[in-house]
């Protein structure tokens, strides 16, 4: 009885904030409709159309023992190239969906949950209609239609439910997939392609004695982000690949609700990364270990050229630091704890990811190209806001994760939130743990100088008076957590990292595993840490969100908008 209540008041909730965002922001909807769009558009003539459903399922994910109950995609495909759909067999996670630049696709979503969902498309740049904003979600039974022109270079993407208030366990429970965009220059590169080009999709998951999902609601989980104790690669645990003496293409996305891993070999061996989130970079970057936030995603070259037959090499997520509250690394560390206090892979862990046995010896391996992509690199001689950056302040208030001092609300823009359409920006990241006097010239309340007013002609309360003395779990403590923070629209370019308040000693732990020269639309952004970015606002209008990807912050309302216009 409880759930068929919870689910109306889900749904009215869905249209009076639908409604209410239709009246403070006029044409988001498709004209002399009224309503969230449910058929196709005539004029738009699709390259690409797809079926897609999400609906529950039972897949058997462990080794053993009765398969596990799970929301997943479906998918058909109605026109297209039929290598546009790579089903996964045996499956929770969504076919990988491959899209080559320009091609106009239409998709068919059908909800057949008993909740409502929508999907976004994250790293796809693409109308406001088509990009899963919350407010679109449509109930069970409902039909909702996207139309977009892909106009990503080639890189990959990263889909899942995206419904406010649902999104972790909704994602947690299966509603993801990977997206491959295609394009001319990539083609020249020659780079691994068909069995050498695989996908890599890491998660972590918690299973009771029945096989079934564990996901706990309780706060202190939420706070901190839900950690499971089992890792699964491409659905399943125990991953194990059986590879050739040559170089493959693993497409590696992070798809964790709050997990971030440190991938790296277990013999040191370097890591070598050609592309980020959804791009190619300009050239291939060596690391001793490459950090992947949940929402990350980084195109791996790996050769196994060198290795003999029959030997493997195990991918592991190396040990760090500082990520999260001092309170959690104090309790892993002295064994106490309760619930995911106490989970026998903590943040930060040692474990193994996958295993890569060599099985077959090949002579001929294509060799890592020194170039790879041209990538015009932005300053802030591109931008209009060189000296007053846009912010995105992280604080945390009474047990709750918010940008800007504010919480996550369909209907509100701040001022400074509403950005002109073709316009380049600066955007400054940070941790509002200090008091507002101990800001810089930009600070929290510098950043006021945009303008407070929200959207709709309410005032937006901005102080984030108290946050320097909170302490203990509601306070100062999820001050220190780090944050991946990502943007949806176009990629964006990272400007710079200011360190000068991170504790060294965790900072040295993750440092040489960011890769910031290419194009992003998630960044890690450590405890004490600054970054700054700059991102374009081009080609589409309307609401376009900027969140924390840990996906318990987000459905916390550690969420706001951009408003193009």
């Not at 609601?217 to 690949?241: C, Q, S, W, Y």
């Not at 999260?324 to 862990?349: A, E, F, S, T, V």
């Not at 945009?450 to 946050?467: C, Q």
Request: proline fraction near 5%.
């Amino acid at each position: 009885m409880s759930k068929t209540i919870n689910n109306s008041r889900r749904q009215f909730l869905q249209h009076s904030v639908l409604g209410a965002a239709m009246a403070a922001f006029p044409g988001l909807l498709p004209a002399n409709t009224g309503k969230i769009k449910t058929s196709a558009t005539a004029g738009f003539h699709a390259d690409v159309e797809i079926e897609f459903t999400a609906q529950a399922a039972q897949v058997a994910i462990l080794n053993s023992g009765p398969a596990t109950q799970v929301q997943k995609f479906i998918a058909n495909l109605r026109k297209g190239p039929p290598t546009t759909l790579t089903q996964l067999p045996g499956n929770y996670l969504g076919p990988i969906l491959t899209f080559q630049q320009s091609q106009k696709v239409r998709i068919f979503f059908n909800n057949h949950l008993h909740e409502p969902s929508i999907i976004h498309w994250h790293g796809l740049h693409v109308p406001q209609r088509s990009d899963g904003h919350p407010m679109y979600s449509i109930d069970s039974g409902e039909q909702f239609v996207y139309e977009f022109e892909v106009l990503n270079r080639a890189g990959t993407s990263f889909y899942h439910s995206h419904s406010h208030n649902l999104t972790a366990e909704q994602v947690y429970r299966g509603l993801a997939g990977l997206i491959v965009v295609n394009d001319s220059d990539e083609a020249k590169l020659e780079l691994p392609g068909g069995e050498y080009d695989l996908p890599l999709v890491i998660q972590d998951r918690s299973f009771d004695s029945q096989n079934q999902l564990q996901y706990l609601h309780a706060m202190p989980e939420r706070i901190m982000g839900f950690l499971g104790d089992t890792v699964l690669v491409n659905g399943k645990p125990n991953a194990e690949f059986a590879v050739k003496s040559r170089a493959y293409r693993f497409r590696a996305a992070n798809g964790s609700n709050s997990r971030i891993y440190k991938l790296g070999w277990e013999d040191g061996t370097p890591l070598t990364a050609i592309g980020t989130d959804a791009g190619l970079l300009a050239k291939p970057e060596t690391r001793p270990y490459i950090m992947l936030a949940p929402g990350e995603r980084v195109d791996l070259w790996l050769d196994f050229s060198d290795r003999k037959i029959g030997s493997q090499l195990t991918l592991y997520s190396l040990p760090y630091s500082g990520v999260m509250p001092g309170m959690y690394d104090r309790m892993h560390k002295d064994g106490g704890g309760m619930g995911m206090m106490h989970n026998r892979l903590p943040q930060g862990g040692k474990f193994p990811i996958a295993v890569f046995k060599i099985s077959e010896k090949v002579s001929d391996s294509p060799k890592l190209p020194k170039q790879l992509v041209p990538i015009q690199r932005l300053t802030e001689r591109d931008v209009d806001n060189a000296a007053n950056p846009l912010p995105i302040a992280i604080s945390m208030q009474h047990m709750k994760p918010l940008l800007n001092g504010k919480s996550f609300a369909m209907d509100r823009v701040m001022d400074f939130e509403k950005v002109a359409l073709g316009s380049i920006k600066k955007i400054k990241i940070f941790h509002d743990h200090d008091s507002a006097d101990q800001h810089d010239g930009m600070g929290m309340m510098g950043g006021m100088r945009h303008g407070a007013k929200e959207h709709n002609g309410k005032s937006g309360d901005h102080k984030m008076g108290g946050m320097g003395g909170m302490g203990g779990m509601g306070g100062g403590m999820m001050m220190e957590m780090a944050h991946p923070i990502h943007l949806h629209g176009q990629q964006y370019q990272i400007l710079s990292r200011n360190t000068a308040k991170v504790k060294t000693a965790d900072y040295a732990t993750v440092k040489e595993g960011f890769i910031d020269s290419g194009w992003k639309d998630t960044v890690l952004v450590m405890p004490g840490e600054t970054v700054e970015i700059v991102k374009p606002f081009q080609d589409y209008k309307g609401l376009f969100l900027y969140h924390c990807h840990n996906l318990e912050h987000e459905d916390l309302g550690m969420m706001r908008q951009f408003y193009i216009g």
